[in-house]
């Protein structure tokens, strides 16, 4: 059977430094989502754009984790056009950050 819908999917790391969440898309741009704070053991996190937000969580790969299946495509594509490129300024901060490589259906796709 042939195949008559091809499903375009789009890398991008996602990092928690310097409590703000980040950004870096497959061109190497980073662009910064929102913050997030850590007290009495919890991290709560907000994006910017949108208001999302995760509360109460135990560790920053569960944050990640959270932050991931909040995020699509077209809120994440529309940050990159409108936000400017940091990347300069996180270059050297970037390797040591906790990060998750999320992966997602571009426009008018479905998983």
């Known amino acids: 059977m042939v195949e008559t819908s091809k ?3 789009m890398p991008y790391l996602l990092f928690l430094c310097e409590n ?8 190497g741009h980073v ?3 929102g913050g997030l704070t850590k007290q009495n053991g ?3 996190w907000l994006l910017d754009g949108n208001k999302e937000k995760g509360e109460n969580l135990k ?8 932050l991931a299946n909040k995020i699509d495509f077209l809120f994440l ?3 990159f056009t ?3 490129d940091i990347s300069a300024e996180y270059k050297d901060k970037l390797t040591s950050a906790p990060s998750m490589e ?8 479905k998983p």
């Open 102 to 109: 999320i992966v997602l259906n571009e426009l008018g796709d």
């Open 77 to 79: 594509d529309g940050q």
């Open 20 to 27: 703000r969440i980040l950004a870096q898309n497959i061109d």
């Open 42 to 44: 919890t991290i709560d």
């Open 82 to 84: 409108s936000l400017p």
């Open 59 to 66: 560790t920053e790969i569960e944050a990640l984790e959270d």
């Open 31 to 33: 662009i910064d989502l």
């Open 7 to 9: 499903q375009d999917r």
